[in-house]
């Protein structure tokens, strides 16, 4: 999430007449009488069976949820159920290393850009933990990724210290860029019990915005990749906006590049516009960038180097255990604002890859690989992603009245074998459907969405769950669209045909519709939220979504923390757990004041989660001091959950 006045993410670009998933909500509202039932023959109907092949699922043998919901907070610190400890841990600025550049945090913002090079990024965002040798509890790499950093009216808030400060040097504007990416941090717990950066590893490593990448795939070499620094359109420097992540079952790490878009300004007469349609749809703005990148180096210039944008937007696949790798980013999934990747398997053991298109009324991918994972062989799995089909998601009404379920279809982004597309002048190549996936996606009708976020996949079942976290543009409300300036946002599940992940057809229901019933404007009508939301558990803005390995369902928001007017008694950024057969709801942990809770890890045991707190204090008004308190600067840090007990984490 970014400090400006308005997120860019709530800005819709996507001017095609799409049908809204709104619409299709309303009129299942209408016909099924949603509010008064709660959804719970959806329930019914949805969970019905196993998944064949879920060999990590492991059913909890007591109830799915084990602790007492918490009440909402405003406070600056971190708010946790009873019988857990959050221990706040490699907080911005922690270094990596023992010696030279970077090895002490100062604490006042003055370090150089070398510096920062070598020590943990700014505003951590997903994260996964990967074990040291693949099973241990206590040792592994914990991977993670640096969105940006935070700004407000073109002044970095905590970057070069307090005041804030415009980036207006080439040493400033080159120390932001070390300070996005991501980190790879070797971590062990000593015989305390107490988990520690191990210092001067050779896993250590900080991946940032200029950072070499290899560029793989369809669109590997295309013309629209090519640059004067790059005529070969198959290298870049760096990944940007690095927002949600996923994970493969061979054992690397899917970093995702979101906002990318912000990144790109112009020096060359800034109050002429010169976007190209394609650089409009992915939400360039005219002229100077808040972030001022583009002063210093001509490729985030989006006039003198047009394509240069085109070579962000991607997934990204980094080895964590091969420290001397190139990171490479994978072209075959497509280009768009992508939030996270959550994997599955199709039937015959290839590769599936569920994402969502950050940006309001924007669209629902997934991608399916060619080839077959095969156990053991890790050299051939990594090339699995180069090569596969993608779609784009419509979402459909169901025939069955009463069952509080759609249906859905995926549509090919495929230049020869889709007609549509095959037809467009516009995609000469796959490669171009590819880098303007948005654009493709337009063309078929896919459904628009509210801001597709996090998606997740249970591991006993394969139902695919994905948050839609909100749509506040919208400020026409009619019978298709009863939900106008959708505030708080849905948590949208669907299961494909067959349960087979390779299907082209699904039945969806909404598993949640965030609100807040305490609001007396709300009371009676759609923003009050579905029959799972009461005034205990009541949030905007669901955003992280992650299963443990049990089935509960983790559900973090990125949203509004006045505790005022339509969001009274919501309190701070939060994260809350699911049953996802009952749909109960229960508040697990509150973070400190204007941060947003993002990322998930879990130890292979499960008795160890990781969090991240991302922007704490993000006004830049001095709203927080978290995590160090007193009159230290605001830092965005991971948090450790334990139990107390010893036992699972949520259990």
Known sequence: MHITTIDSEDLPTNTSNNEHFQAVVNRAVNRRGF?????GLA????????????????????????????????????????????????????????????????????????????????????????????????????????????????????????????????????????????????????????????????????????TPMAISGPAAGHSL?????????????GMLNNCGNGFTPWGTYLTCEENFNNNFGTTIEPKVDGRTPAQKRYGITAGLSEYGWETRHDRFDYKKEPNESNRFGWIVEIDPFAP????????????????????????????????????????????????????????????????????????????TKGDFMGTGEWLLLDKEANP??????????????????????????????????????????????????NNTSRSVTDDVNPRAKNAYGQIVRWREAGNNAAATTFEWDIFVLAGNPTVEANKGNLNAGSANINAVNTFNSPDGLAFDRFGRLWIQTDGKYSNSGAFAGQGNNTLLCADPVTKEIRRFMVGPKECEVTGFAFSPDGKTMFVNIQHPGEGGTGGSSWPDGGKAMPRSATVIITKNDGGVIGS
């Open 225 to 237: 990749l090519k640059t004067k620094a790059d005529p070969s359109g198959t290298h870049v420097l």
């Open 43 to 210: 329930a019914a109907g949805f969970l019905a069976g196993p998944l064949a092949g879920c060999a990590n699922f492991a059913k909890s043998s007591g109830p799915l949820m084990g602790f007492e919901s918490i009440a909402a907070s405003s406070a600056d610190t971190i708010t946790i159920a009873k019988g857990y400890t959050a221990t706040p841990f490699v907080p911005w600025g922690t270094p990596l290393f023992s010696s030279g550049a970077g090895s002490r945090w100062k604490g006042d913002g003055s370090e150089s850009a070398a510096d920062q090079a070598r020590q943990v990024g700014d505003n951590h965002d997903g994260m996964h933990f990967f074990p040291i040798d693949g099973k241990s509890n206590n040792e592994g790499l914990l991977v993670m990724n640096h969105e940006y950093t935070t700004v407000e009216k073109g002044k970095y808030i905590t970057l070069f210290g307090l005041p804030p400060a415009a980036a207006d040097s080439l040493e400033r504007v080159n120390k932001a860029m070390q300070a996005w990416g991501g980190s790879i941090i070797h971590i062990r717990k000593d015989s305390a019990g107490k988990w520690a950066v191990v210092l001067d590893s050779k896993y250590n490593r900080r991946i940032t915005a200029d």
């Open 324 to 399: 001397e790798s190139a990171p490479v980013k994978r072209t075959a999934l497509g280009r768009f604002k992508h939030e996270s990747a959550a994997w599955n398997f199709t039937a015959d053991k290839r590769v599936v890859i569920y994402m969502g298109d950050d940006q309001a009324n924007d669209y629902v991918y997934k991608f399916v690989s060619d080839k077959a994972y095969v156990e053991g062989d890790k050299a051939s799995n990594q090339g699995l992603l180069d090569s596969g089909k993608l779609y784009v998601a419509r979402f459909n009404d169901g025939n």
């Open 420 to 469: 549509v597309l095959k037809a467009d002048p516009s995609f000469p190549d796959q490669a171009s459907v590819l880098i303007h996936a948005r654009m493709a996606a337009d063309k078929l009708g896919a459904t628009k969405m509210d801001r597709p976020e996090w998606v997740s996949v249970h591991p006993g079942t394969g139902e695919v769950y994905g948050t839609m976290t």
């Open 35 to 39: 509010l008064k039932t709660g959804g």
